[in-house]
Structure formats: structure tokens, C-alpha cells
Nanobody, 112 residues
């Protein structure tokens, strides 16, 4: 079993920045993929945001950057130029050779 703990969410004005963190209870060096999804208010499904190996959703490419710190088993999501449409609960997801794990989510609200 792997625990993923997200942090860094909050309230930010449009155009602002936030950095989300996802700390894993197991080494991430062997992870097949690890990344972020989000679920906006009123949406039933989570949508892909970004992952390692590096890939981004079209809606965030150029504004969001994903990175990893293997020494601390942590993946980060730097979010710049935030828009109200980025408001959502952001979830971390890790794929360990086909076994998927999710974090509990962290709320990001972009509003003036």
C-alpha cells in the first residue's frame, strides 16, 4: 500500500501562482508514472492535468510545470497564470507497475 499526501492548495487571485506537493510513502524512483488530475465543481469525472513522464493537458501547457524530487519521494506541480477555470480539487496519482494509488485531494480556488 502507498499513501500519497497532497498539500499546497488554497485561494489565489487570477494570474497568481501556487505550488502543489505530493509526498509518497514509497520511493518514486520505480514509479511507472505519477501526476495530477483535477475535478472541477459540478464535474463527475476527474480530468488529466500533468504527469511524469512529462505530459500536460492542453489547457495547462505553458502555465503548469511538473517536477520530481526522488530524494524526498515528492512530485510538485507549479501552477502559474492561474485562471478561474483552474478551480478544482487536485488529486495526485501514482502508478506502481499497474497498481494505482490516489491522494485525498487538495482544493485550489482561483477567484478575485
Amino acid at each position: 500500500q502507498v499513501q500519497l499526501v497532497e498539500s499546497g492548495g488554497g485561494l489565489v487571485q487570477p494570474g497568481g501562482s501556487l505550488r502543489l506537493s505530493c509526498a509518497a510513502s514509497r520511493s518514486i524512483e520505480s514509479v511507472s508514472a505519477m501526476g495530477w488530475y483535477r475535478q472541477a465543481p459540478g464535474m463527475q469525472q476527474r480530468e488529466f492535468v500533468a504527469q511524469i513522464p512529462t505530459a500536460y493537458a492542453n489547457r495547462v501547457e505553458g502555465r503548469f510545470t511538473i517536477s520530481r524530487d526522488n530524494a524526498n519521494n515528492t512530485v510538485y506541480l507549479q501552477m502559474n497564470a492561474l485562471e478561474p477555470e483552474d478551480t478544482a480539487v487536485y488529486y495526485c496519482c501514482a502508478d506502481y507497475s499497474g497498481d494505482l494509488y490516489w491522494g485525498q485531494g487538495t482544493q485550489v480556488t482561483v477567484s478575485s
